[in-house]
């Protein structure tokens, strides 16, 4: 997966032949090593981008984990409520519960 023909050593060390009313060499030489830096700038540009997908999985495994997590706990409770259901408690037979506690306790005080 590797397209990039050249690196950027051998962009630095590439020498062209001279010939009569070649290019000029500094001019040459100078364009290099502005492609060298460019590439230089690329490469950790693409390092960074690396980094970044690593942090972002290891966050989405993070997040997918802690997902699990709520959903075993939401069908735990969902498995409790049913149960109390099925053994004839609910919210309203609840409420009397605590409405005749607190009858005791202020007729206690």
Avoid: C, P, W
Avoid at 7 to 16: L, M, S, T, V
């Amino acid at each position: 997966m590797n397209y990039v023909k050249y690196k950027k050593e051998d962009i630095a060390k590439k020498d062209f032949t001279v010939e009569f009313k070649g290019y000029k060499v500094e001019e040459v030489d100078l364009f290099l090593d502005e492609i060298t830096r460019d590439y230089e700038i690329l490469e950790f540009e693409k390092q960074k981008m690396r980094d970044k997908v690593i942090s972002l999985e290891h966050e989405n495994q993070n997040l997918l984990d802690e997902n699990e997590k709520i959903i075993a706990s939401l069908q735990l409770s969902q498995q409790q409520l049913e149960k109390l259901a099925r053994s004839g408690v609910n919210s309203s037979s609840i409420l009397k519960r605590i409405a005749n506690l607190e009858k005791q306790n202020l007729g206690q005080k």
